[in-house]
């Protein structure tokens, strides 16, 4: 086989091996499929994010006057859509797991590489109808579908943005299959369970939940689209049919799936405190029990969500207590990862700002989640801005900041150049200033009784002030948000080429070449060293340099 | 994938032209594929799960309505499409078998066997469809359900929820019926295969994994079949 | 009740601010303190159990206390006093309506005295909506097709806000209203101005008009069971079960009486889905309930301007 | 996990069993168990899957645990969707 790689003697990587469109759009490699996936994410986060900075500026004064009820209705609702079902949860599994996890355990490629591709096709068809969907008018059911209101009351697109969520679901599922079966089938010899990276245990256990829980949201969809069709009046009160069914079966999924956005963004902090600590993590088997742990306990606290819904009054005493059941594990990960940094030797590179950030916003979204799980607080601060600003401290806040922490903790490895470290810093301080900004006014503002989805709040004044401060604190996280695009994309080109191994850190990923060629290792590695053998590990002075 | 030269360079070096080029042994290779569809099928327990709790839902709410429309679903043709399912399942077992025996003509009849009660069933289904739609069963505009609860000869059917046990009987019968559909066509490629002798003791992991699936569908229908057809069928 | 909450709310924000301080500090500390420097080694730790054991067990306990101190709020949130006035409530896209005991009715604007228990029982005619006084700190869900109930202890005279903190389509954010909490004297001027026939009288009427005393007769004669001191009492049904007799059975018996088959009557009432309004039906619910008080001989709504505020 | 064979005889008697179990449903729904109806048909419905999964899946030969892992936990998952939706449901009522 004759590569335009080899012919131009350079050394063949995944990237130069193969040129042309159809390369990509055919490829089964997995590493291919991760920058496939990447494109569109990046892209839909912006689409989001476009609708974020709207929703931002229509609230700066009370009135509601730059968008009309309606269209600011469709605003928040297709942020939601758009953030979650496209961004929050294919992000870090899609991009980074897919391009890591067959790497990390010493393996070719995914178990099934095709289904692979398959489901970021079906990402893509989903994406597509989500779009379709967007330019045909919106839809403004609010993220959560909630019945009777999407199935009877609401005439705008409802079927098609349920349809893309239905099959960008599938691509989820799909994703989540491949890990499973990659992580079981595919390790190298002497690559054990107990020294599995915890990057790839939180794949597993967020593979566990999209497995379990997607399908449940797929087939809810799936029963309110026939409802808007059909009118059977499953989850219609006025033929019988119980709205909070329709409540339950949507939390089941949508619930868990807080943990499909976090749990990566867990496994990634793990590697970027262990390297720029240069420890091994405190208690790696009490890490990885947590990651299970908060993956399997977080299916059995769904119906917070609904404590002011109407259910039993016992249903809702069991969901709170078993709400607190899924904090332990949550609190152990932020213990352990400050006693990592005990005694360490910390530099403060950007991936380690975005994790230092990540650490301290997971502990104030969690913490704030205990007061939504106490019945009596929640019955006040739930459908507030509360809940506004707890979710956004642990999706933007967490999921992001990881996010934003792994991209450049790995984009010398993905693309085979630095970026830069200046710019790099200043980006996570902005989004760590502007975060903050943002939404922790928000919690003020749902203590003072500010309900969320309000387009128009002329009626309390007194709530400006605050909203002011989000929106000011919106524009900087805008800045600082493009700045990385902007600097990985000169990377591409003018960035200093990266070494194998640019952060001295462990893991099989580091010791194949940057970018990685096509069957990421020359012949099988044998494993014969714990995760993170960080006293193994010389520093030594990158090679670039 | 024809673009990959990946694929192709690497099947040179293995005996065994099934074995893709990312897995390090047939062995390997075929316990991905076979956790793969288990994995798989643990995800349609959840999907149609979703279904099974709606079901239960309201069954404890609307015992009754739910009592007269199951009396009303034929349970002749119901129980024997459990039989003509339970032999299919016996068929593709045969299949499975005959494959790992190597006996290639028995894999190809046994295959066919298999499709053509998929076939039986999904037409004795399309008889039963076809049975509500004129009796005005199915929900929507023109749905009647005159009559009274099986318990109780006194109390009239709720329209309503009777409606809603229908919708839940369409749509879960159909979703089964769309899974029959899926697991003929997968059978129509394993058959064209097999005609070709490409399955034998060595490499038979597809017949395996779609029979898997065509177990799974039958075990659905047991559980749909008392479920949706013999609920207070005493009174 | 607001206060009970900002103590809790209190509780739970000194503890996690003091968990966030502590979190911040050692990161910061940590990061300074043990920065990357010449001479200086990581220490290698495996772990420690202990350690461990003990960041779970003592943030587990407090937890428990946060989620009893929460149940126990919530609890008395959902359990209304006995002798509450009471506000039947009919939310729609997008207003509120509210019908006092005294047959006042009121659009957006919920007029209280002080000192009053106030139990709201609401139903919605259209989507999900929800009650929110924030002042109060009470939220409860409305749904159609079933009654959901929220009670409040107004102490302080004054006008509050209230919102739908359920989005409910196009004006959801124009759904706003308010509570205004008047003291006892004001309130009574303010009722004074009515003249309307309570609600319960209007059910009694409707209870005649439809035809519902004929077999609910108040002796045992009736085809129908006897209503009086029905409500709140367990009742025995046809199957088996027992159930309580609150406003949502009473409202279910109405809109499908063979739901609920009372033991020993056979179900013969008709049907009244789509035959009445939901204020209709309110009324109804109203009067069968004060037949439950039959005991103080009092068919009437229980007048809330003669009640005494208790303790501010 | 297929390295099993099995013998022509189990299939069939599987296949029998199989079909008595569906006989035996439909003879027991006609008989008034009460509410124990309902069980006899699960409990039978359920026999009769295990008696597929075991053999015609060969999940008896199975040579790792993990298949069985894997079925019991989608069915715990199931559990923990049905239980706990079914928590609020029958307690709606409670005073």
């Not at chain 1, 089941?252 to 420890?279: D, Q, T």
């Not at chain 2, 899974?179 to 097999?194: Q, W």
């Not at chain 3, 006035?85 to 006092?100: D, G, L, P, S």
Request: net charge neutral.
């Amino acid at each position: 086989m004759a590569t335009a790689a080899v012919q131009s003697g350079e050394r063949e990587t995944y990237l130069n091996h193969q040129y042309g469109i159809k390369s990509w759009l055919l490829t089964v490699d997995h590493k291919r499929i991760a920058l496939l996936y990447l494109m569109g994410i990046t892209f839909f986060f912006f689409i989001g994010g476009f609708f974020a900075l709207l929703i931002r500026l229509e609230l700066l004064t009370p009135a509601g006057d730059l968008v009309q009820a309606d269209t600011y209705n469709k605003l928040f609702t297709m942020h939601g859509q758009v953030m979650v079902f496209f961004f929050l949860i294919p992000a870090v599994p899609a991009v980074l797991g897919n391009f890591l996890i067959p790497i990390m355990i010493g393996a070719k490629d995914l178990a099934f590489p095709r289904i692979n591709l398959l489901s970021w096709y079906l990402y893509m068809i989903g994406g597509v109808l989500m779009l379709y969907t967007i330019i045909n008018g919106g839809v403004d059911t609010g993220w959560t579908f909630y019945t009777p209101l999407s199935t009877e009351f609401l005439n705008t697109h409802v079927i098609t943005a349920g349809l893309a969520i239905f099959v960008a679901g599938f691509s989820s599922i799909l994703t989540g299959l491949n890990f499973v079966v990659t992580t079981h089938r595919m390790r190298a010899p002497g690559m054990t369970w107990s020294r599995l990276p915890l990057f790839v245990w939180a794949h597993y256990a967020t593979s566990i939940i999209q497995l379990l829980g997607t399908p449940v949201l797929a087939i809810t969809l799936l029963l309110v689209v026939c409802e808007r069709l059909f009118h059977l009046g499953i989850f219609n009160p006025a033929l019988g049919g119980d709205p909070l069914l329709f409540q339950h079966l949507f939390w089941f999924y949508s619930h868990p799936a807080v943990y499909i956005m976090i749990l990566p963004g867990m496994g990634i902090v793990s590697e970027i405190v262990c390297c720029f600590s240069r420890k091994r993590i405190f208690g790696y088997q009490a890490m990885a029990l947590a990651l299970l742990g908060i993956a399997v306990v977080g299916f059995l606290v769904w119906a917070h969500h609904m404590f002011v819904a109407g259910i039993s009054l016992y249903a809702a005493l069991i969901f709170s207590l078993l709400s607190y059941f899924v904090a332990v594990p949550s609190a152990i990960k932020v213990f352990n990862w400050t006693a990592t940094m005990y005694n360490g030797s910390i530099s403060y590179q950007t991936p380690m700002l975005y994790a230092f950030g990540f650490v301290g916003l997971f502990t104030i979204g969690g913490l704030t989640g205990l007061f939504l799980a106490s019945l009596g607080i929640d019955v006040h601060v739930t459908d507030t801005y509360f809940v506004v600003a707890h979710f956004h401290y642990i999706m933007v806040g967490g999921m992001v900041m990881a996010y934003l922490g792994g991209m450049h903790f790995w984009w010398p490895k993905i693309s085979g150049r630095m970026y830069p470290e200046g710019w790099g810093r200043l980006a996570a301080l902005l989004v760590f200033v502007g975060f903050n900004l943002t939404f922790f006014p928000q919690f003020i503002l749902g203590y003072m009784g500010m309900p969320r989805r309000y387009w128009d709040y002329s009626h309390s004044p007194e709530f400006q002030i605050l909203n002011v401060l989000s929106t000011a604190g919106a524009t900087i996280l805008a800045v600082g948000y493009l700045l990385p695009m902007i600097y990985f994309l000169w990377s591409m080109r003018y960035g200093k080429p990266a070494p194998a191994n640019p952060w001295n850190a462990a893991g099989l990923e580091w010791m194949v070449p940057s970018p990685p060629p096509t069957f990421n290792f020359d012949e099988e590695p044998v494993v014969t060293w714990e995760a993170y053998n960080y006293d193994e590990i010389k520093e030594e002075v990158p090679v670039a340099q | 994938m024809p673009n990959s030269p990946v694929a192709t360079a690497n099947h040179e070096a293995h005996d065994n032209p099934a074995l893709l080029h990312h897995f390090a042994s047939e062995q390997q290779q075929k316990d991905a594929a076979s956790l793969g569809m288990w994995v798989f099928l643990a995800t349609e327990i959840m999907f149609f799960g979703g279904m099974f709790c709606a079901y239960l839902v309201y069954r404890y709410w609307y015992f009754g309505d739910f009592g007269a429309g199951s009396q009303s679903l034929n349970v002749v043709l119901g129980g024997t499409n459990t039989a003509v399912l339970i032999c299919s399942s016996l068929t593709v077992a045969l299949a499975v078998r005959a494959a790992q025996l190597g006996k290639q003509t028995t894999v190809v009849v046994c295959l066919i066997l298999t499709m053509l009660f998929g076939v039986v069933f999904l037409g004795i289904k399309g008889v039963e469809y076809h049975d509500k739609f004129v009796e005005h069963h199915v929900p929507g505009a023109s749905f009647h359900f005159p009559g009274h609860i099986p318990s109780h000869p006194d109390i009239p059917i709720n329209q309503q929820h009777a409606q809603i046990f229908f919708s839940l009987y369409f749509i879960m019968t159909g979703l089964h019926a769309l899974h029959m559909i899926v697991g003929l066509g997968l059978f129509a490629v394993i058959t064209y295969y097999a005609m070709r002798k490409r399955y034998g003791p060595h490499y038979c992991t597809p017949v395996e994994i779609a029979g898997l699936y065509w177990h799974f569908v039958d075990i659905i229908w047991i559980y749909l079949f008392p479920l949706l057809y013999l609920i207070d069928r005493h009174k | 009740m607001a206060n009970n909450v900002d103590a809790l709310y209190i509780f739970l924000l000194t503890v996690s601010a003091l968990m966030t301080i502590s979190i911040f500090t050692m990161i910061i500390f940590f990061a300074i303190r043990f920065r990357k420097r010449a001479g200086h080694q990581a220490e290698q730790i495996q772990g420690s159990h202990a350690l461990e054991i003990t960041w779970s067990v003592i943030p587990f306990c407090v937890f428990m206390v946060f989620f009893g101190w929460g149940a126990l709020i919530y609890f008395k949130e959902r359990k209304p006093p006995d002798n509450s006035a009471e506000v039947y409530t009919v939310a729609k896209q997008w207003m509120w309506k509210f019908e006092h005991m005294e047959g006042q009715r009121e659009i957006n604007e919920l007029h209280v005295p002080v000192g009053r228990d106030v139990k709201m029982i609401m139903t919605s005619q259209d989507v999900i909506h929800s009650f929110y006084v924030p002042a109060f700190r009470i939220k409860q869900d409305v749904l159609p097709g079933r009654y959901t109930v929220a009670w409040f202890h107004p102490t302080k005279p004054g006008t509050y806000h209230l919102f739908c903190a359920e989005y409910c389509g196009t004006s959801h954010s124009g759904m706003v209203g308010s509570v205004v909490v008047m003291e006892p004297r004001d309130y009574e001027a303010w009722m004074g101005g009515g003249g309307n026939q309570p609600l319960a009288v209007t059910g009694e009427r409707l209870f005649s008009e439809l035809g519902c005393v004929t077999c609910h007769r108040s002796d045992t004669q009736g085809r129908g069971p006897n209503l009086v001191g029905l409500f709140n009492k367990p009742v025995l049904l046809e199957d088996g079960r027992t159930v309580t007799a609150d406003e949502n059975y009473i409202r279910e018996s109405i809109l499908q009486p063979a739901a609920k088959i009372v033991n020993g009557y056979k179900p013969i009432m008709p049907t009244f889905q789509g035959q009445i309004s939901d204020e209709q039906l309110n009324a109804l619910v109203a009067y069968v309930k004060s037949l439950g008080q039959q005991p103080t001989g009092q068919t009437g709504g229980r007048n809330m301007a003669t009640a005494t505020p208790k303790t501010q | 996990m297929s390295e099993h064979v099995s013998s022509l005889k189990l299939y069939i008697g599987i296949w029998l069993a199989l079909l008595a179990g569906t006989l035996l449903t439909v003879i027991a729904a006609g008989i008034d168990l009460g509410p124990f109806n309902a069980v006899v048909a699960l409990t039978i419905a359920t026999i009769k899957a295990t008696l597929v999964v075991l053999f015609f899946m060969h999940v008896k030969y199975a040579h790792e645990k993990l298949t069985k892992v894997v079925i019991i936990s989608a069915l715990f998952w199931l559990a923990i969707l049905l239980a706990l939706s079914m928590a609020d449901y029958t307690t709606r009522l409670w005073s």
